[in-house]
């Protein structure tokens, strides 16, 4: 079957960084993608990672191990802004995106 | 431009009733999907269309119903409602080409269905 594992909420201190875990299990493989999304809003895409290691984008970075099915995402520097649910999204070998739950980011003062 | 816009923003549906949930993109992406939200449960498709003329269920299709006549519309039909349906619907599209497999979203829809 396929399965998303990630932790449910996280908390974090403004200007700290946070490491937010997916482990993954799918049929076929090709890439996972991050998305932010705000209470009551719609996703938006942040990351896309094919190959094995680390992707910088500014504050974000995100990392994928495909042998262990396993991915993260980091943010540095946190805002208060990203205060919002993280969602793990690997896509199948039909290149559909299998979700997870996300995880929820509290940033406190 | 406008991305991928939906209708309405929010209803309140009898149960039994027939309701038409409507998404428009003008990114001339080839692929658009449904997904529904539920509070602790990630997205999950309902039925996708990876071309003009095509579609195909997903994970939760029952009771649901698509068509796509052009590239730019994938209206979702519920035939008959049911307080299970209760939910955030999102309509997104993608590339789905050339290495480009992102999806876009729109802004949902908020169904209750009573």
């Known amino acids: 079957g396929q399965n998303i594992d990630q932790p449910t909420e996280m908390t974090a201190t403004e200007g700290a960084i946070v490491q937010i875990n997916c482990t993954y299990q799918?049929?076929?493989?090709?890439?996972l993608f991050w998305y932010q999304q705000h209470a009551g809003e719609a996703p938006t895409f942040l990351s896309y990672?094919?190959l094995d290691g680390l992707e910088e984008k500014g504050r974000f970075s995100s990392f994928l191990s495909r042998s262990k099915g396993y991915s993260y995402l980091l943010l540095k520097e946190l805002q208060m802004k990203d205060s919002a649910s993280y969602l793990c999204a690997p896509m199948d070998s039909n290149y559909q995106l299998i979700w997870g739950a996300g995880t929820k980011l509290i940033i406190k003062p | 431009i406008a991305g991928i816009t939906q209708a309405p923003t929010s209803q309140i549906l009898a149960a039994g009733r027939r309701m038409t949930l409507r998404c428009t993109q003008d990114?001339?992406?080839?692929?658009m999907y449904w997904y529904r939200q539920d509070l602790g449960l990630g997205l999950r498709l309902i039925h996708y269309?990876?071309?003009?003329?095509?579609?195909g269920k997903g994970e939760v299709p029952d009771g649901y119903s698509v068509s796509r006549a052009n590239t730019d519309d994938f209206p979702l039909t519920l035939a008959s409602a049911v307080p299970s349906q209760t939910s955030v619907y999102f309509c997104?599209?993608?590339?789905?080409?050339?290495?480009?497999?992102?999806?876009?979203f729109g802004p949902g829809t908020r169904l209750t269905v009573t």
């Open positions: 799918t049929s076929g493989f090709n890439g």
């Open positions: 990114m001339r992406h080839n692929a």
């Open positions: 997104a599209s993608s590339e789905a080409a050339g290495g480009n497999y992102e999806q876009y």
């Open positions: 990672n094919v």
């Open positions: 269309s990876n071309t003009a003329g095509t579609t």
